[in-house]
């Protein structure tokens, strides 16, 4: 093949792709679309963020509760809304979650358009491009107060005694409170029954307690999991 043939060839390959690229774009973009006019007439808020965890869409319903702009909620702006108590708790799972791309539920105190306090719970997913690149995250919230109200309000000792421990310790005290033996813990973490163990003993005695039952009461105290 002559060498202005090659030229020719490459430059009308290259003008496909350019042109399938556009057309990629535009199916994505009238799909998105779609789900944007799909997820604001629901009753319930919904939320998406992108591969960075900044929030890039809340629905009308979100916006409702919430009594802001979509502006006003975008990237961290949402956050605004978290109660004080919970705010740690809610930030350190989301951000956890995004990192292992692992879906997550969390409970916490958010603050309505007239200044109240209500508990809801987030319910986020991670989903991904059809190449299987991560895209970032969906959720959405679901009003709890009732199931809440008068039942349990977090002991901010136990809070704080939890919350010194590692990362990875309030993981194996999680799975442990959760009924989980040692052994299960370490296979669900991928880590040794050594290690697990290691962890175990030592989130005994930085909470100064001496058996599993203690530890799960303060896995409760603390809102880590539920009684």
């Not at 951000?95 to 409970?107: C, L, Y």
């Not at 809440?148 to 990875?168: C, H, Q, W, Y």
């Not at 599993?212 to 539920?226: D, E, H, K, N, P």
Request: net charge negative.
């Amino acid at each position: 093949m002559a060498p202005g043939q090659q030229i020719e060839q490459i430059t009308a390959l290259t003008q496909q792709i350019a042109e399938l690229q556009a057309q990629l774009h535009e199916m994505r973009g009238a799909e998105e679309q779609r789900f944007r006019h799909m997820a604001d007439g629901a009753p319930f808020p919904i939320w998406s963020s992108g591969a960075d965890a900044m929030r890039n869409f809340v629905n009308r319903a979100w916006l409702e509760f919430r009594g802001r702009t979509p502006e006003q909620e975008m990237g961290s702006g949402w956050t605004d809304g978290l109660h004080p108590d919970d705010r740690d708790l809610c930030i350190e799972t989301y951000i956890k979650s995004f990192t292992s791309r692992q879906p997550f539920h969390v409970q916490y105190r958010l603050q309505r358009a007239d200044g109240t306090y209500t508990w809801v719970e987030d319910d986020g997913r991670p989903f991904f491009q059809p190449d299987g690149a991560f895209a970032g995250y969906l959720g959405s919230v679901t009003d709890i107060t009732d199931r809440k109200r008068g039942i349990f309000t977090p002991d901010e000792e136990s809070m704080r005694l939890v919350f010194a421990l590692t990362e990875r310790e309030r993981q194996v005290l999680v799975l442990i409170a959760e009924g989980k033996s040692t052994k299960e813990a370490a296979a669900r973490l991928g880590i040794s029954y050594k290690t697990a163990d290691s962890h175990r003993s030592r989130i005994l005695e930085k909470l100064g307690v001496h058996e599993t039952a203690s530890m799960v009461r303060y896995a409760i105290r603390a809102g880590l999991i539920q009684a």
